[in-house]
């Protein structure tokens, strides 16, 4: 179901409040700057360390003033964007498509897919946990955003983070799986931008382990910028250990 836009007035009123914060600081920061000049001209070291120590403070303040500023904006603009559920046929054949990969490189039978495609699920989930519990922020599962489906999504800031989910058995992701990914991240950031919301798209690579310690390490090594040369956004890369998530949720 879309997200319903919260137009209450504290929800506005969030957004004009800093306005009249910001001229009056720049105000304060033009007087601050005259009062230097003046002690120059009159060679008042006292006056001119004062000022100066007014114009960092200022300065400092202005910028934790506009911070907010973006993050009051961005939390509005998040009110704009409509979250749609992904399409159950759509969840199902991606599903399917990384089970179906997971089992011809484990040379698993037709007839263990049921359980792959069970242990699959629950690694997903538990990851997914694994996030928001790191994060300290919630976030959307099974999702699209701009018509792009993703595993998950989350809004920390300014930034709109859209999470992509691979397990892997291999020190591997092939490469146009990755493609995949940036194109979809792409259609993203293009989308906000032609609505104008002021959030920065963000893709979020989450890749599930079950690999010895020889084998991440290479995986970790195959990550170089070149694989993602073409990307419109910021990339974030989580590695997480299949074993150790069941550790921590699953095992008593």
Not at 35 to 61: C, D, E, K, N, Q
Not at 138 to 143: A, E, G, N, T
Request: some cysteine.
């Amino acid at each position: 179901m879309a997200k319903e836009f919260n137009n209450s007035l504290t929800q506005f009123a969030q957004g004009e409040s800093l306005v009249p914060l910001g001229v009056l600081t720049s105000i304060v920061f033009v007087f601050l700057v005259l009062g230097t000049v003046l002690s120059v001209y009159l060679g008042s070291r006292p006056l001119i360390a004062i000022f100066g120590a007014l114009i960092v403070a200022t300065t400092v303040f202005a910028y934790q003033n506009f911070v907010q500023f973006r993050r009051l904006a961005a939390a509005r603009c998040e009110g704009r964007i409509s979250w749609e559920a992904a399409n159950p046929e759509v969840q199902r054949q991606n599903l399917n498509l990384e089970v179906l990969e997971l089992s011809r490189i484990l040379d698993m039978g037709t007839e263990q897919l049921s359980d792959l495609q069970s242990a699959y699920i629950v690694a997903e989930d538990l990851a997914l946990r694994q996030i928001q519990h790191e994060e300290k922020i919630p976030l959307l599962r099974h999702v699209s955003v701009c018509g792009v489906p993703f595993n998950a999504v989350m809004i920390k800031g300014d930034v709109l983070f859209c999470a992509e989910i691979s397990f892997l058995v291999s020190p591997d992701l092939r490469q146009d799986r990755i493609d995949a990914m940036l194109r979809k991240i792409e259609t993203v950031d293009k989308g906000l931008k032609a609505m104008g919301i002021q959030l920065r798209a963000k893709l979020m690579i989450v890749l599930i382990t079950q690999l010895n310690t020889e084998e991440e390490a290479r995986l970790r090594g195959s990550f170089g910028k070149q694989r993602f040369h073409d990307s419109p956004v910021g990339i974030e890369i989580r590695f997480l250990d299949f074993e150790a998530l069941q550790k921590i949720y699953v095992t008593d």
